[in-house]
């Protein structure tokens, strides 16, 4: 070997071994390992019982708020039986829908942004003590393709409510796995 590749070897197997020193320090989020004396994070995010979620005054919000809530329940049991609930996690949401791309020619609309508003709390059934707080939102868009296909923009909304619970679900979701992992 000559005298310029040494350091670089040298620094290459440097970095490999503490790599291999740090390799046991990690684990996934959303892993089965479970903590000494405690339970796993899928055990704690299934004993999260989600209560209906509330809604502000609006037509079409019931029908979202029971999307949210159901992609909430999928997410924190993974599909399958729940746990008994330690937790009981309230949600309360609202809706805008707004004009973003307008047709100069016609004044119709062509791009709209729908977007949710989510405030949550996750409380302790035991005590009664609320535990974390926080909010989230969505905002998603949607053509309205005009007045000959108006079922077509009827259904770009539908999609875009649907996509936004989606959304709104993953986030909360993510907010309660970090808390069950760091406890903060």
Not at 135 to 152: E, L, N
């Amino acid at each position: 070997m000559s005298l310029p590749e040494s350091p670089r070897l040298f620094r290459l197997l440097l970095a490999l071994a503490l790599a291999g020193l740090t390799a046991g320090c990690f684990q996934p989020l959303y892993g089965d390992q479970v903590t000494v004396g405690g339970a796993g994070i899928r055990d704690k995010m299934s004993a999260v019982e989600v209560a209906p979620v509330t809604t502000a005054a609006g037509v079409r919000l019931p029908r979202v708020a029971g999307e949210v809530r159901n992609e909430l329940i999928f997410h924190l049991t993974g599909g399958g039986e729940a746990n008994t609930a330690s937790y009981r996690l309230f949600v309360n949401i609202g809706a805008t829908n707004l004009q973003v791309i307008a047709d100069p020619n016609t004044a119709r609309t062509d791009v709209q942004n729908y977007g949710i508003d989510a405030g949550y709390r996750l409380v302790e059934v035991g005590t009664g003590k609320q535990v974390i707080s926080g909010s989230s939102f969505a905002r998603v868009s949607y053509d309205t393709p005009g007045q000959q296909q108006r079922f077509a923009g009827s259904r770009g909304l539908r999609d875009a409510e649907n996509r936004a619970a989606k959304v709104i679900a993953e986030n909360i979701r993510s907010r309660l796995a970090s808390y069950f992992t760091a406890g903060t």
